[in-house]
């Protein structure tokens, strides 16, 4: 079942004008990632709790050293500005909780809670956008549906759905294929079921095989974001 195919040919004859934007890598074949990589975590984790403990540390022994005059002079700084710092620590207290409670989300397979940086309406947005502007700066470089870079494509794209067409989160996306000739060795996919190769990662990869397993992989990047797991 050929589900790209149908799909691509109006794809090119409506391309529109869009703004200016490029944030692909040269090699990596992934959106930019929004999760901190472990390793990092778990060197940044012990750092921040050992930043917190100095830092508190530092302010005792500050306020310790200080002069009782000039103790008293700080406190009643304090005194005569309590309203203002007070306001100030209250509304950042109240938009950072706003903020965090708004952020929280539900994941639909474990149920689990977890707090997340943009909501999926904000990511669509920002993802739209990066599509668009993405299509501007390659505008002229969209390969035609009868390249054998395109026919390459899409003959793999279609032997990935047609061995994937019973899952419905699969079926239920209206794939778009798009092939620019450009010497990156990438490929990326976006929410609204548009998968972009570029035609250095065609001439890159050996075989067919090595081809398909970029594509799923930037294909199951919008499968999981239509079930609500962030990519």
Known sequence: MNK???????????????????????????????????LIWLIAKPITK?????????????????PKMKRKIFLAHLRRHRVR???GIGITTFTG?????????ETPLTGRKRFILFTNEQ??????????????????DILDPYSPYVNRAMRVANRLFSANKEMPEVDCINWKLTVIDANLINAVAFPSGDLIVFSGLLDF?????????IMAHEMSHVINFKKKNFF
């Open 4 to 38: 790209f195919l149908p799909l691509i040919l109006p794809k090119y004859l409506a391309r529109t004008k869009l703004t200016v934007y490029n944030r692909l890598a040269s090699i990596t074949t992934s959106n930019t990632t929004r999760t901190i990589p472990p």
């Open 50 to 66: 050992l930043g917190a403990i100095i830092a508190g540390r530092g302010f005792r022994k500050w306020w310790t050293s200080l």
């Open 85 to 87: 710092y007070g306001s």
């Open 97 to 105: 909780f706003v903020y965090y409670d708004y952020h929280i989300q």
């Open 123 to 140: 990511l669509i947005e920002i993802e739209k956008l990066e599509q668009e502007q993405l299509f501007t700066i390659y505008e002229k």
């Open 205 to 213: 990869v050996e075989n067919d095989d090595e081809l398909a397993i």
